[in-house]
């Protein structure tokens, strides 16, 4: 069983940045990939990147590449997302997610409660 946590979210102009957190509390949170997604108001929710839980491999939706990164510490059982040249499209409710790994949210078994974004214009 893992427990997440995000933290991080705010409101921020168009341009700035943000680094968003997921602590995750139980054993074996070295051992999931995890994910980060987002959901902004009446759109479906989106994967927007995730790292592996061995070598660290990242890979990111297209939309976000090159403007945010992921980052995991496994022995402070925390995973960041740190997001740059943020744009009012970003503006959504972020959440991380442990699990197989992969784009599809059908591969993660545990989820945080999510922190909120917005990005001013």
């Known amino acids: 069983q893992v427990q997440l946590v995000e933290s991080g979210g705010g409101l921020v102009q168009a341009g700035g940045s943000l680094r968003l957190s997921c602590a995750a509390s139980g054993r074996t949170f070295s051992m999931y990939a995890m994910g980060w997604f987002r959901q902004a108001p009446g759109k479906d929710r989106e994967f927007v990147g995730a790292i592996s839980w061995n070598y660290g491999s990242t890979y990111y939706a297209v939309s976000v590449k090159g403007r945010f990164t992921i980052s995991r510490d496994n022995a402070e059982n925390t995973v960041y997302l740190q997001m740059n040249s943020l744009k009012p499209e970003d503006t959504a409710v972020y959440y991380c997610?442990?699990?197989?790994?992969?784009?599809?949210?059908?591969?993660?078994?545990?989820w945080g409660q999510g922190t909120q974004v917005t990005v001013s214009s």
């Open positions: 997610a442990a699990g197989r790994g992969g784009s599809s949210s059908s591969s993660y078994e545990y």
